[in-house]
């Protein structure tokens, strides 16, 4: 029951929100978003990790005739991106309140309906409910990116909308063929399908590990999913990137993780060396584009993509540490973009502009937002002691142990990731200031509320992330010798 | 008795106390503060760091001290921990760190008297000796890293210390960067040893070094020295550090000169055992370092800067360290790392009193006639530049003999390029020497008239530097003239399991006195030329209007490797990326992906026109399809 809680409180929530007076919208949803987190909090102190099975189970059949069960629960990896989600929607809430939006009790209740809608996609145990969640979450960034967006949006958004629709539909026929595969009546549920999958022939399996991979893909995205992304990322108003990046790409790599190395085990073992290729092409190729971009929203965006190619690559070596990695580095990612767009969003509403060249010398005028910045970019490049170092570390160590040359290339991200981020904090900060900066203004106690909390949180996981590699490391374990031992009896 | 793990574990949490009291306090503490919280947490390290010192040295032989303070990263059968380790080879790097290190933080209170960003400094040195701190006693190759990491990001700050100026900036981003290259081979080196042996642990892998091939060996070991290449500024990623020289002076001489470059060198040293099981990693090291030894000392010949010439000289000494490691002279190659931290740091440290007391002075040729004006500083000074020299009985003297020993016991070549390498360095120091204090002055009249020597703040630590930079040798006096060597002896259980395995040639004495005798000599007349060039003939370096001959034009310009490394790294890496940008990704891949929108759009189009509401079109059509599978069902 606790889980259905945490799926449909927000959704209440954004109900009652709709009664709500116009300049009350952000205080109610901050209410409300952190009333979700306490909740979620409650969840992670019951949470038993040494136990494998979903826990705070719940399962009733809701349309008998078209086999969907409303089927959820909680395991390690949920509960990890469950916390990410409901950590950041207060943050991303909160830092909303310098903004002005028109209509805000449907700005904010969008974010909570969306919120509703990642928590859904984190816990559903069943195909179709899966799939609903997953593209509930479209709707509600779509029209927060069409009605608040900034220049072309129209265009942009439609292209987003259409490109992942589109990639989605491709996951909701694997789903379906595998549905009349599972015996008797036939089932949606999550166990039935992984082993009405893994049941199949190699290439049928190969082609579901295409089509599911294609939806996930375009998500996170992957290269060369992804230029949907950096205009997207670009016209979005900063709460709507920051719903994006920090926690709606990581459905692509939840999908990957639960929805793809379980289900089709085979198709995976044939085709991921494909997969982690292209994943790792990107981490290089954007990593270069992002060097030559002159606008700090869209470097940002692309920036991500490397990392999330990393990420992806560095878990589909289908091992133990790389697959650990990946659900460390999903929080911490999460974390740094969050930030980043913030202070590229405070540096906008100061000077109307992300293009660095118009920047510079910040840093003068205000030191602390320097300062915060400094850490949010050695987090970005993976300093050791931040929260992107354990996660990179442990991605690359899977991936030299896969194939040393593939690891050596994924490794460049670090001389490339340190090359785009210095030049934008050069750019941007350090050197004397222009006329348009000469009277930056320093953080606000509203901004340091939101940033140094952010700053504690890189440097803490960075330090001693024990207790979040603790939480999804037996559903880890069981997965990946899941994994193994349907492989073995494939043989 | 105070529980010893307590000791090991303060020794760096100290430093880190201190940047933490200072940064966060940043707007409040005044000078006067920050000074003592600074000083007296790496003072504090630097009494620890002595009493464990003593510990082992009343301790039998072999005794190391850990400490294990938590599990850091642990995943899928990989763990790392906070563990230390306190053997003879990371005690006598915890004495140099925070000896060193107090002594020019002491001298920053001087030297950054007034700078508004005081306080922000202190806070960054405190930072930087922590991680130096960690990177010597962390008891993994994770650990080693996470110091290595952060001594650079230190390095980084404060080159980029005056943020204001970009050349200042670009100097601080290339170090970060090229330091990366570096630590991208480190990494994947670490990880290797992971994936042969299971664990970072230096003891675990030690142990079963004999267990793995000699090509992995090979492999690990040459991926840790990329990381030494770019820590240390060994060629081909030097060009970083003289760049670096935009940082505050005692900078220099703390980072870039005593502790920071000689990560590389205590890196391979700890890792000697791998070393020496692969004799074509230990001839990678002593290549790399013989070239870079000769290249740097050439350049540094040419250079007018007071800080460039230390600076390439630092690159050379570094390169003759790696000789003696590359020739599993391991304990030689710290006894020089260790003497060379004194006099480096002392060289540095006086020409940051120059440039003090010059205002910002740094061009030699715009210098002269200083001695009477800065005699502490000319007296340290000069000690200095003997000790680099290798005059005896300055500390220079001891170590670089033992290294050119070694050198020729090897082979006649390789004695032959470092004693070359040592003869230029002892003739561009002594043109150093004279173009700053000695002949008539050359800065303005206004200068001149302002120009006194330094406050007690500096003149100290000098002075201090000054008697290590003479007495340092006396702990490793070769038994050719009558001593024990007894940093050998502390060293023994770091290298005794490799020193088993190379083979050790032993000189005669009196082949020993020999060579000592030919390079004192010519030391000497390497001395005389360089005092009737610029004391007796008053030569004065050209000025940049001056047109140079070809050699002298590409020595001045560093034999233009900036250059180089622009035209076939920077330039193509911005191309590429900028046809990545527009050509790929524009014109190409989001091309096709707008082409496939597109086509169902004009598609669509098309088909719609089919529905045109024509009765009898949609009869012709129907008929038509009619005829269509009709005639196709009879053909098949």
Known sequence: MLTLLLIFFPLLASLVLLLARPQNAKMWAFVASVIELVLSLVIAFLFDKSDIAAQFAFSAPWITSMGLNLSVGIDGISLLLVLLTTVLVPFIIYSSFNNTYEKPQTFYGLILMMQMALVGVFVSLDGLLFYLFWEMALIPIYFICLIWGGESRGRITFKFFVYTLGGSLFMLVALVYLYFQTPGMHSFDIQALYQAGRALPLPEQGWIFWAMFLAFAIKMPVFPFHTWQPDTYTVAPTQGTMLLSGIMLKMGIYGLIRWLVPLVPAGVQEWGYTAIILSVIGIIYASCIAIVQKDMKRLIAYSSIAHVGLISAGLLTLNPIGMQGAMVQMISHGIIVFALFYIVDIIFQRTKTHALAELGGIKNVAPILATVFTVVMLGSVALPLTSGFVGEFLLLNSLFQYQMIVGAVAGLTIILGAIYMLRTFQKSMSGEMNTLTKTFADLTDHEKRVLYPIVVIIVLMGIYPAPLLSISEAAVNNLLSLFTESIASLK | ?????????????????????????????????????????????????????????????????????????????????????????????????????????????????????????????????????????????????????????????????????????????????????????????????????????????????????????????????????????????????????????????????????????????????????????????????????????????????????????????????????????????????????????????????????????????????????????????????????????????????????????????????????????????????????????????????????????????????????????????????????????????????????????????????????????????????????????????????????????????????????????????????HSFDIFVEKLGIDKIVNGMGQSVDTGSRALRLLQNGSIGFYIFAMVVGIVVLLSLTILF
């Open chain 2, 1 to 577: 008795m105070v529980d010893i793990k307590l000791l090991i574990a303060l020794v760096p949490i100290l430093p880190l106390v201190g940047f933490l009291l200072i940064s966060l306090n940043v707007k409040r503490f005044v000078p006067g503060v920050t000074s003592v919280i600074a000083c007296g947490s790496i003072l504090g390290s630097f009494a620890l760091a002595i009493s464990l010192f003593v510990q082992l040295l009343i301790s039998p032989e072999g005794t190391q001290l850990t400490v294990t303070l938590f599990d850091w990263i642990s995943a899928g059968g990989f763990q790392a921990s906070f563990s230390f380790l306190v053997d003879p080879l990371s005690s006598l790097m915890l004495l140099i760190i925070t000896g060193v290190g107090f002594l020019i933080h002491v001298y920053s209170i001087g030297y950054m008297h007034g700078d508004e960003g005081f306080n922000r400094f202190f806070s960054y040195l405190n930072l930087f000796v922590f991680f130096m701190l960690l990177l010597v006693m962390g008891s993994n190759y994770l650990l080693m890293f996470v110091g290595w990491e952060g001594v650079g990001l230190c390095s980084y700050l404060l080159i980029g210390f005056w943020f204001k100026n970009q050349d200042y900036n670009n100097a601080a981003n290339k170090a970060f960067i090229m330091n990366r290259i570096g630590d991208l081979g480190l990494i994947l080196g670490v990880i290797l040893i992971f994936v042969n042996f299971g664990s970072l642990q230096y003891s675990d892998v030690f142990a079963n070094a004999s267990t793995a091939s000699t090509e992995t060996i090979t492999l690990i070991t040459v991926l840790l020295f990329i990381g030494a290449m770019g820590k240390s500024a060994q060629i081909p990623l030097y060009t970083w550090l003289p760049d670096a020289m935009a940082g505050p002076t005692p900078v220099s001489a703390l980072i870039h000169a005593a502790t920071m470059v000689t990560a590389g060198i205590y890196m391979v040293a700890r890792n000697n055992v791998l070393y020496t099981l692969s004799p074509m990693a230990l001839e990678l090291v002593l290549y790399v370092g013989l070239i870079t030894a000769v290249f740097a000392a050439t350049i540094a010949v040419a250079q007018n800067d007071i800080k460039k010439v230390l600076a390439y000289s630092t690159v050379s000494q570094l390169g003759l360290m790696f000789v003696a490691l590359g020739l599993g002279a391991f304990s030689t190659g710290i006894f020089h790392m260790a003497t060379h931290a004194f006099f480096k740091a002392l060289l540095f440290l006086g020409a940051g009193s120059v440039i003090h007391a010059l205002h910002h002075e740094q061009d030699i040729r715009n210098m002269g006639g200083l001695k009477r004006h800065l005699p502490i500083t000319f007296i340290t000074f000069l000690i200095g530049v003997l000790a680099i020299s290798g005059i005896p009985p300055f500390a220079g003297f001891f170590s670089k003999d033992e290294i050119l020993a070694n050198a020729f016991a090897h082979s006649t070549l390789v004695w032959v390029v470092a004693a070359f390498a040592s003869l230029l360095t002892s003739f561009y120091m002594f043109r150093l020497l004279f173009l700053t204090f000695y002949g008539t002055p050359r800065a303005s009249e206004k200068t001149m008239s302002h120009i006194h020597e330094s406050p007690a703040s500096i003149t100290i630590p000098l002075a201090v530097l000054a008697v290590l930079s003479f007495a340092g040798g006396f702990m490793g006096i070769p038994e050719a003239l009558g001593g024990s060597h007894w940093l050998s002896e502390f060293l023994t259980p770091v290298f005794a399991q490799s020193l088993a395995i190379v083979q050790h040639h032993h000189l005669e004495h009196s082949t020993e006195y020999m060579l000592m005798g030919i390079i004192v000599g010519l030391t000497i007349v390497m001395i005389a030329i360089a005092y009737v060039v610029y004391v007796s003939k008053k030569t004065v370096p050209a000025a940049e209007t001056e047109k140079l001959g070809v050699a002298h034009n590409t020595v001045y310009n560093k034999y233009f490797v900036d250059e180089i490394y622009d035209a076939i790294i920077v330039k193509p890496l911005y191309w590429l990326s």
